[in-house]
């Protein structure tokens, strides 16, 4: 893939693994569209790069989501990647949770039905365009769960399966899955052991990506995944209290 010369629209732009993103891309040379919903990171990217686009939006809701797809339509027609990293985690048990279905709308609808319906929304745009690529951010947790957060692996394996089904469809437009580990972000303080940095992730994503490696396990998903082929009831054993 073409590292340089390309819009690319981030979700979940301004931190964790998303801000690594829009840093390393807009180091390369790439105008960046950063979509999230905390203002005030958007504007210190935006000030501290000029290569880089703020849009405000909520990814949970539909409108805010044909809002996005507008916006590109009209403002930036030679938008030619989107990478859908936008995700949330809740811990939980599921019985015992009292917000449980405020919790399983919210994680549902930014982990999987926005990178799902970002993508029909924008496929248009992208299959105009040269080196046109859709990158979706899903985690090791879609391919052996652990216990405490059911939803959020229930979201991220049907985007794995989704990314696979939607590679086999589209000729013109090339599709990634960046397949992470425990990543040292936000997101997960105070959860796990041995992560990553984001760093880390971004130059072996952008190692994969420049060769055309279309589905991208990073770090210790490689170990989980060639345990889960020999051993599927290890791996589940490994990963349950995770």
Request: aromatic share 6%; glycine share 6%; with cysteine.
């Amino acid at each position: 893939m073409q590292l340089t010369n390309n819009k690319i629209m981030i979700t979940g732009a301004t931190d964790g693994i998303g801000k690594a993103l829009t840093e390393k891309f807009i180091e390369l040379g790439n105008e960046v569209i950063g979509v999230g919903r905390n203002n005030q990171k958007l504007n210190e990217l935006a000030e501290n790069y000029p290569q880089f686009i703020p849009l405000r939006a909520d990814l949970s809701k539909h409108e805010e989501l044909e809002r996005i797809a507008m916006f590109i339509k009209n403002e930036h027609p030679d938008l030619n990647v989107l990478i859908n990293n936008a995700g949330v985690q809740y811990n939980y048990l599921f019985a015992e949770e009292l917000h449980v279905l405020n919790k399983i709308e919210h994680e549902v609808a930014v982990n999987l039905l926005a990178p799902l319906k970002l993508t029909a929304l924008l496929l248009p745009t992208l299959k105009l365009n040269k080196h046109s690529a859709i990158v979706n951010v899903s985690s090791g947790l879609g391919l052996v769960p652990k216990m405490s957060a059911p939803v959020y692996c229930g979201t991220k394996a049907g985007l794995h399966i989704y990314t696979q089904a939607l590679r086999h469809q589209l000729k013109q437009v090339k599709v990634f899955e960046i397949i992470p580990p425990l990543v040292d972000t936000t997101m997960t303080t105070g959860r796990g052991k041995g992560k990553i940095s984001t760093a880390r992730l971004v130059d072996e994503f952008i190692n994969s990506y420049r060769n055309n490696r279309y589905e991208i396990s990073i770090g210790k998903v490689k170990l989980l995944k060639a345990i889960h082929r020999i051993s599927p009831s290890l791996a589940a054993l490994i990963m349950k209290d995770r």
